[in-house]
Nanobody, 127 residues
Framework: QVQLVESGGGLVQAGGSLRLSCAASGQTFSNYRMGWFRQAPGKEREFVAA????????TYADSAKGRFTISRDNAKNTVYLQMNTLKPEDTAVYYC????????????????????WGQGTQVTVSS
């Protein structure tokens, strides 16, 4: 199995930026489709972004389009989420997730599709 550790969260003012990282260990990282999800207090976990094994197929939630960018570095076993123009409503715990795939360019956007999850990193955006 793969272990996932997120980092890069913190407190930022509205309009600011953060880059989250998720370091994977334990298995061949390039075998995994990766995703970012978030959960705000009192709300259900929601999808943010996903990336294929190749890194060439990306998808975003509507709330993230145009502001967030997901990327991966298979040589560094890491997936990133660059978040720009942050809003108070982006405040949440952000989780990365992984699932194996036989396909180089498939993605997963639903939480139940993922097998492995990190512990989460808190992002707080002040107004």
């Amino acid at each position: 199995q793969v272990q996932l550790v997120e980092s890069g969260g913190g407190l930022v003012q509205a309009g600011g930026s953060l880059r989250l990282s998720c370091a994977a260990s334990g298995q061949t990282f390039s075998n995994y489709r990766m995703g970012w999800f978030r959960q705000a207090p009192g709300k259900e976990r929601e999808f943010v972004a996903a990336i294929s094994r190749s890194g060439f197929v990306l998808t975003y939630a509507d709330s993230a389009k145009g502001r967030f960018t997901i990327s991966r570095d298979n040589a560094k076993n890491t997936v990133y989420l660059q978040m720009n123009t942050l809003k108070p409503e982006d405040t949440a715990v952000y989780y990365c997730a992984a699932v194996t795939s036989a396909y180089w360019d498939s993605i997963a956007i639903r939480g139940p599709e993922y097998d492995y999850w990190g512990q989460g990193t808190q992002v707080t955006v002040s107004s």
